[in-house]
Each structure stands twice: as C-alpha cells, then as structure tokens.
C-alpha cells in the first residue's frame, strides 16, 4: 500500500472518528489600580505597604502595575501621595485605568504583575475584527464590536421574541503583554478607539470586551494602513491563474445531531402545523477536504456549502483553485438543512447549515491538533473563512453570526438568512456581521432575485464588495452542466431578457475565481497591493460586471446615504427640478408583485422625463458654515440604472450628465460624469459568440471622481469651503420606457 494511500486511509477515519467539543471558557485576570496589597480593596494598608517596598523591608509586590497610581512607569513616593489623597480626601483624579474595576494596564510599561489579584471575567468568546482602513493624513475613529451577540428579534401580529439575546460591552481593555501603536487610544467606557496616524501596512492588537453578565470576550483585531499616495496598491493585476501549489483531495464524513426546536424559533413562511416526529435527529456529513501539498506553516481555512439543490461536490474546479493558493478548503455535505425537514424548518435551514459549518470548522482544527496526522499543524485558526453557494450563502453569514471568530465570508449567488427570496420575511439580524464580506452576484438571476442582492448590500457594514456579473445566472457558480439559469436563449423580448444568460458557464467561473482570489488575497494573506481592486475604482468601467463596495475607509466624510431624506447627512435640504419622481426608497425590475413588507433600502430613486434637462442640488453648506473636505481626494457615490422586467430600455447612459462643485465664493467647477462610467454598448464575450446583448448598467457601480478633476477645470476652486454639489442629467436617445436611475452613499472621501 503505497504512503499516499495510507495518509488519505487515516485522514478518513480520523475524520469520521474524531469528536468535537468547545473549549472550556479561562479567567481573564487583571487588577485594580491603587490595590497595592492585592487584597481588593483600597484602604491605609495599601499606601502602608507601598512605602514598606521603598523604604523598608518589603522585597518586591505581586503586581507592581497596581502600585504604579500615576501610571508613569515608576514605584515612587509620588504613588504614595496620590493613594493617600484617594484613601483621604476622595480624590481619584490621577488615577489611570484600570480604576475602580479590575481590568489591565492600558499602555504597556516596565512594571510586571506577576500575580493578577483579581479576576475581570470567564473568557467566553473570540472574535475577529478588522478595524476600519487608515489613510495618511486622514485621522482616524472606529469602534469595537458593542455586543456580544447580535440578537435574533422576531414579530408576528401581536407576538413577538428574542431568539438570541443581545449581550452589550460596558468596557473594553488591553490584553496582558499587548502594546498599542504610537498615539492610539482607547475608551475603555465605549470601546472607541482613536489615532492622528499610523506607519503604513498592517497592524495588529489583541484587546478584549467586558460585557453586561460578566464574560470576557477577545478581540484579535487587524488593519490596514495606508500612505496619502497609496503606495502599496497595484492597479491592472491579473488574478484567474492557479496558484503554486498542487492540491490533494481527501474525502471522509463526520457525524452531526440536528436539534428538531419546535415550535420554530422565529416565524417563516410555509410551516406545518404539526411538529417533527423526535426533538433530534443524527445525520452523516460527507465532507471534501482540498489540501494544497508543501505547506510549512499553517494556512487559512475556507468552509463551503453547497446550499439548495447543488451537489456538495459541483464545486471541486472552484475549490481546488482556490487551494492551489496555500488555502486549505472543506466542502461539506448538508442536504438536510434545507432539503429533508423543510416542513418544519420551513425552509429557514440556514441555521441548521450554519451550525454544521461551525461544526466542520471544529472537526478540521481538531484534526490540525492531532498529531502524526496529515493536518497536523496546518490549520490557521486565525484565519477561517465561511463560504457558500444560494442559500450555502445565507448559512455562511448565519454562521459568522453564530461564530464570530471568523476573518471573512464568501458569498455567490447567496439567499438572505433575513429575508430569503422563498421563506418571506423574519425580523432577524439587521445588519451583517462587521468582518470583511465579498458577494458575487449574477445578473440574470432569477432564483435569488435582486430585492434580496440589493438588502444585502445596503446591510454590509465591514469592508464589503458585491459584484454582478453581467450575463451570468444562479447555477454557473456549479460545475453541473446541466443547472444553469432557464433554457432558453437570450432576445430583446420578455422574458428571455432578463431570464437567459448570454455569457457561458466558464466565463462565469472565471471572474469568480478572480474575485475570490484577490479576496482572499487581501485578507487572507494581507497583500495590500489589491485594495484599490477591493474597494477603489479600478473596476468602474468593466463591462463584465459592476462593483459597488464599502471600504470602511476611516476618516471619509458621508454627504447623503438617503437614510434622512429629504435632507442629507449634513442636515440640508436636497431637491430637484424636472424629475418625474425624486424619493427615498428602492425601484425594482423584479419580481412582480413586489415583496411585502417592501425591503428597507434607502437609495435615492429618479425618474428622468424624455428629451430635457433635469437637476440634483445636494447643499454642502451655507454662507454660516461651508464644507471643509480638507485632504479628502475622491467624490464617490454609488448609480444603477433601474430596468423594467422583461423591456429592452435603459441600456447604457441613456443621458449626458455632469457634476459641478461650488464654493462660498461662487465658483464653480464642472466634470463630464460620462467618462466616469462604463460605455461599451454590447457585452464583449457573449455565448452563442455573435450574439448581440445590449448592456443595461442596471446594478450599483461604484464610482469614483477624483478631486484633480475639479481642480484641472477650476483652478480657483476652495474645496475648503465648499457650498453646493449639482447633477445635471439631460436625457437622449429614444426609448419607450421612462428613465429611473439610483443614487446612494455620495461622500468625499
């Protein structure tokens, strides 16, 4: 029997062996500053024993950091004063953190603590979090997490629940051994945290969260910072080749217990009456595991599910590129969640998926913990990552819900676990977890219909990029030949407009594997030289798909997110003139009728009328207090042209459009927005080749002016004092339908 069998015999029956259990929850300890005996308590005694350590014969304390009331660093007799001043007169003033709970130093500095008298609290979680991006010289603001878990509400006429109950941070600290960067600070009340600047590239800190009962959460946070020029970022790199390394295939199961809750724990649509014949139920998960050969350290982990419908191995071409890039895949079989007990699952399974995500998540770090075997050290615990395909994708947010301790999701095609495109709506989680998320979406999708796309992308609140594909379809994510979108062949006529792909399955995969990699790329392996492809404007004039993001960039400042409307995010009044319909809201093509309750999204919504001029005023300010955009570089903002199902309209800028900057002065600076934004009439790479498809541009693009444009027109331009920004859009061509466009997330940035 050669060795590569054997390996591949043992992998197997490790897997269906070996079982799995969370680990048990550790002290996190800490002291109270001017404790200095260590006996909880601040008192006479402790200012006694203080001047014994520096004038008598005492040798040495248990924690000198809580001597230290000044926090400079030294044992003094200036500790002495500030404890009797405490102890006497109620005077806490100089006292630094921690005071007067237990909690740790918040700088780092020569005095040790060797034992912690106190103990802040059971560390009862982990979490990754990727802090907001720096630029110099922007300064920089961001938070940590607020909560312990988000918490799953849920309504129904007059009943109403809490799945999951929101645990809230009431203080935050300094892991014992971390230092903060030069500058930054930290509310140890709030959790914010701030800093004039930090040295380009990546930084890391381990801080961790105190919440309302008593539990010690981690937080192992990350982020980019960048120089004002952005240096570090490479524009036109080419990202679909396979990676460096070759990729073994192991295949084995383990064992998972579905818990069978009823009544459900939040309402869905479709339920039975009538409830699962047991409370539980075991099944046997098939998994697939991609192991990139050669590794020599530990590598990121990539768990995927196959959703509805798809086989749990139609994705091998998909999963093996991305491990021939040092990253080890798991492809697991769950046809359970949302294909055998959907009567009472009610086709909500992405619980049940999630939990057997997080499952095989522990099942792989296990295997990476036992030694002699093939995974033996390899698996990053660091840096896992949930992925999955239609509802495969509404399970990984679930589980990253479920499972904070996550570095990013990979969504295609995904379902909302909120509000899916079949099971209705739930008042779950509003917003998505704040940890980087990619969403590969396919235009002419008619399974996870664009209402849903759309409420995903206006929940992202970490750095996120959503992409369309233009022509692609719901099943080309899988290697099955035979899913796809409707069999038919693309024509300007209702309903193959919308319902045909016009690009082939392998076009489809080929972007996608392109985007997953620079992904991953980015944060799996921190490469910063493609963030400008992430979250810049690289991609705003493809004609193969569209790019909205949200970079999380510290620092921008927001115009309008429409969430205010009529008024933008500066408190003005914005208005229109020779517009049809100028609202808050979200127009769609599809589905009809539309879904109720309609989706919060809060674009801003137009409707152009044929053959004239019609105009956006945005006020940036007034004559008492004009904008100041200080070393912001970009006007950005989000547009979509909004489509009719089934009609031939709005394909490319059916209008010639600028936008104008003025200042307090009454100055004013004019850019062509035409050449901003994408202009190929046709697809380049349609399937039959030949085929004609005019490109409708009806999915958000992200686009990006820089300020050197308005400048290069009017030299004379203030940009620090900035009053007015104004579209003008004149209509042309000729169509039958209206012309609707959506705005949003207009910011200086």
């Not at 206006?458 to 080309?476: A, D, L, N, Q």
Request: a negative charge; proline letters at 7%; hydrophobic letters at 40%.
């Amino acid at each position: 029997m050669s060795l590569l069998v054997r390996t591949i015999l043992m992998l197997l029956l490790a897997i269906a062996w070996v079982p799995w259990t969370p680990c048990q929850a550790q002290d996190l300890s800490g002291f109270i500053r001017g404790d200095v005996n260590g006996d909880l308590s601040i008192d006479l005694s402790d200012p006694v024993q203080l001047l014994e350590v520096l004038f008598g014969p005492t040798q040495g304390l248990n924690c000198a950091e809580a001597a230290d009331l000044n926090d400079d660093g030294l044992l003094q007799l200036d500790d002495v004063i500030v404890s009797l001043g405490l102890i006497f007169l109620g005077d806490p003033i100089q006292l630094a953190a921690p005071f007067p709970g237990c909690g740790t130093d918040p700088v780092t500095n020569t005095l040790p603590c060797d034992n912690p008298p106190c103990v802040i609290g059971p560390i009862v979680g982990q979490r990754q979090v990727t802090l907001a991006t720096s630029r110099q010289p922007l300064p920089y603001l961001d938070s940590l997490p607020r909560n312990f878990e988000e918490g799953i509400t849920w309504q129904i006429g007059n009943l109403s629940g809490v799945h999951r109950p929101e645990i809230p941070f009431i203080g935050y600290g300094l892991m014992p051994g971390q230092q903060f960067p030069p500058g930054m600070e930290l509310n140890h009340q709030n959790g914010r945290l701030s800093a004039a600047g930090f040295t380009p590239g990546m930084h890391q800190i381990q801080l961790w969260g105190l919440d309302s009962q008593g539990g010690v959460s981690l937080f192992n946070c990350r982020w980019a910072a960048f120089d004002a020029i952005e240096s570090a970022i490479i524009p036109g790199q080419s990202l679909d080749t396979a990676g460096p390394y070759s990729v073994q295939v192991a295949d084995g199961f383990t064992t998972f217990t579905h818990q069978l809750i009823w009544p459900t724990p939040y309402p869905l649509w479709g339920c039975s009456t009538s409830g699962p014949p047991s409370s539980s139920q075991i099944d046997f998960k098939a998994i697939q595991i991609f192991i990139p050969q050669g590794l020599t350290e530990a590598a990121p982990l990539l768990i995927f599910h196959h959703g509805t419908g798809f086989d749990w191995n139609g994705y091998s071409s998909l999963l093996q590129f991305i491990s021939s890039h040092g990253i080890i895949c798991v492809s697991v079989s769950d046809s359970f969640a949302f294909d055998i007990y959907t009567n009472w699952y009610c086709w909500g399974g992405h619980d049940e998926a999630a939990k057997v995500m997080v499952h095989t998540r522990g099942v792989l770090e296990d295997l990476s913990q036992t030694a002699g075997h093939l995974l033996e050290g390899l698996v990053d615990s660091n840096r896992v990552f949930y992925s999955g395909h239609s509802r495969g994708g509404g399970a990984a947010v679930a589980a990253a819900e479920i499972d904070p301790d996550v570095r990013g999701l990979i969504l295609l095609q995904p379902t909302d676990a909120k509000q899916d495109s079949w099971i209705g709506n739930t008042s779950r989680w509003q917003t998505l977890p704040e940890i980087p998320l990619l969403s590969v979406t396919a235009e002419q999708d008619t399974d996870v219909i664009y209402p849903y796309a759309e409420r995903l992308l206006e929940r992202m609140t970490g750095p996120s990029t959503s992409v369309c594909i233009y022509g692609g379809c719901h099943g080309f994510s899988s290697d099955a030949q035979s899913i796809g979108c409707n069999n038919c062949l693309w024509q300007p006529v209702a309903p193959m407009i919308d319902a045909c792909s016009y690009i082939d399955r392998s076009l489809q995969q080929q972007l996608t594997r392109q985007w997953i990699w620079t992904f991953l790329k980015r944060h799996a392996f921190d490469d910063l030289s493609v963030e400008g492809r992430l979250y810049g404007s690289e991609s705003q004039e493809s004609p193969y798909y569209s790019l909205a993001h949200r970079r999380d960039l510290s620092g921008t400042l927001m115009v309008d997110d429409f969430d205010q409307f009529p008024f933008n995010n500066l408190g003005f009044l914005i208005s229109s003139t020779n517009t049809d319909l100028f609202t808050q809201g979200a127009c769609y093509d599809w589905p009809f009728p539309l879904p109720q309750p309609l989706p919060l999204i809060t674009n801003l919504v137009m409707i152009l009328p044929l053959a004239t001029t019609s105009t956006l005023s945005m006020p940036l300010g007034s004559t008492v207090s004009s904008l100041d955009v200080g070393p912001r570089k970009e006007l950005q903002f989000r547009i979509k042209n909004h489509d009719v199902h089934g009609a031939l309209d709005n394909s490319g800028w059916q209008f010639d459009g600028t936008l104008s900057l003025a200042d307090l002065t009454g100055t004013t600076a004019t850019v062509d927005l035409g050449q901003f934004l994408p202009q190929t009439p046709f697809h380049p790479e349609t399937d039959p080749p030949g085929l004609q498809v005019p490109l409708k541009y009806q999915r958000f693009i992200q686009v990006a002016i820089p300020l050197a444009q308005f400048l290069a027109a009017q030299p004379q331009l203030d940009t620090s004092q900035l009053v007015q920004l104004e579209w003008q859009l004149t209509t042309v061509g000729s169509t039958n339908v209206d012309i609707r466009l959506g705005l949003d997330d207009i910011l200086f940035r």
